[in-house]
């Protein structure tokens, strides 16, 4: 799709997804669910943010992520999954890495790497590399990349039914926030739901959030529990997706061991009175942008992840699931190996001054260590 702008200003993708989510308000009688919405902000094959080849992540990007940080953070995954992974080894010719929401495969390389120093040859020649990509033309990319990297280890799938594995090693990096979310609100008797409709009384026919009964019974037996105590106007947001989501990975593997590390809440959190307008931001070049409904396709729409309702969606799907902890922790106790190895050689090299700056960053609370939560999950374990 062209990037040519138009007698309006806008971009032809702006207006050719302006013009399909309006015509899908339409087909909704006028007011479009949000989480519906933010699937077409992010997912459409041809117009959505994540599916675009646009720069999202990095200094250069709308975010950083802890990949984006450096190769610390591949390194650290490594070394918390390597006694995993020999042990799996142990009962099987092969142990699959799985990764979700790969961008451009950078965690892939740097687990790689290590992990080919960590462990031992016969048991590194039978591990392999997954990425779930759905996405055709981001399948292409990263096919392109290990392929011209030489990376024969990789290989790329649409989805979770093209796997069957005994062992399987689970991580998915800020892929939980992605997933799109309901929004209600507190209007001071009542769990509203808010959709997305059309001011239009203004000229530009402007995306407005608009409030309507809820209807879906799924959603309505999760917000009967909620608080009827807060401030009128209190928003929150609510994945049904979840129970999907997982149940699609669960019969993927026999055995499987997972991590999901994404920033997120207790649910007695997401009702603190500091949260009345919700957690659902936006992001463009690093800034958050007030308006989420006003550029879809160009900017980040992300929420914090319930890892209460997360939890128990993993849980009703066969999973066990382990206490959900914060980066810090799960970190500093990955990273004892290698910080016991430094502490022996003494001072640092240059590589390694430059690692540890990472490191600090990654887990420093006021940073990325108290914000960003991992959620570890079993099979067959």
């Known amino acids: 799709m062209s990037e040519q ?35 077409l902000a992010l997912y459409h094959p041809n117009y959505g943010y994540y599916t675009s080849a646009r720069k999202r992540v990095g200094s250069d990007g709308d975010f950083i992520t802890s990949v984006s940080v450096g190769k610390c953070f591949g390194m650290i ?26 961008e451009e495969g950078e965690m892939a390389k740097d ?26 033309a981001k399948r292409t990319e990263l096919h392109s990349i290990f392929i011209s990297e030489g990376l024969d280890k990789f290989e790329v799938i649409s989805n979770f039914s093209e796997l069957s594995a005994k062992n399987c090693i689970l991580i998915a990096n800020e892929v939980l926030d992605a997933i799109p979310v309901k929004r209600v609100r507190w209007n001071g008797n009542e769990w509203v739901e808010i959709s997305v409709g ?28 909620y608080p009827t ?4 106007g209190f928003t929150a947001e609510v994945n049904l997706r979840f129970n999907n989501f997982f149940e699609d990975i669960f019969p993927a593997a026999e055995i499987l061991y997972g991590c ?19 957690t659902l931001r936006a992001y463009s ?61 003494g001072d640092p090299d240059a590589e390694t001054a430059k690692l540890l ?3 600090k960053m990654l887990f420093h609370p006021s940073v990325m260590g108290q914000n960003f939560k991992v959620m570890e999950i079993k099979k067959g374990i």
């Open 285 to 345: 070049k690093h800034g958050i942008v007030d308006d989420p409904l006003s550029s879809p396709g160009r900017i980040d729409l992300t929420a914090h992840v319930n890892f209460d309702h997360a939890s128990s969606a993993a849980k009703d799907c066969g999973f066990e699931v382990n206490s959900v902890t914060d980066q810090y922790h799960f970190l500093v106790k990955a990273a004892e190996p290698w910080l016991l190895e430094i502490e022996k050689a």
């Open 357 to 359: 700056r990472q490191f």
């Open 111 to 136: 687990m790689m790497v290590t992990l080919s120093e960590l462990l031992s040859d016969s048991v590194f020649n039978r591990l392999r590399y997954i990425v779930v990509e759905p996405f055709a």
């Open 5 to 39: 702008a138009t007698d309006n200003g806008q971009s032809a993708q702006e207006n050719s997804i302006m013009s399909l989510i309006h015509e899908k308000i339409h087909e909704s009688d006028s007011a479009l669910p949000f989480d519906e919405f933010m699937e």
């Open 77 to 102: 995954l490594a070394y918390h999954f390597a006694p995993v992974i020999e042990t799996m080894a142990c009962n099987s010719d092969e142990v699959v890495i799985v990764e979700l929401g790969a």
């Open 198 to 225: 059309v001011d239009e009384c203004g000229e530009a026919k402007k995306l407005v959030g608009t409030e309507r009964e809820i209807a879906s019974s799924e959603l309505m037996e999760i917000v009967k529990d």
């Open 229 to 232: 105590t807060l401030a009128e």
């Open 260 to 278: 999901f590390i994404d920033y997120g809440l207790e649910e007695d959190a997401i009702f603190d009175p500091g949260r009345k307008n919700g």
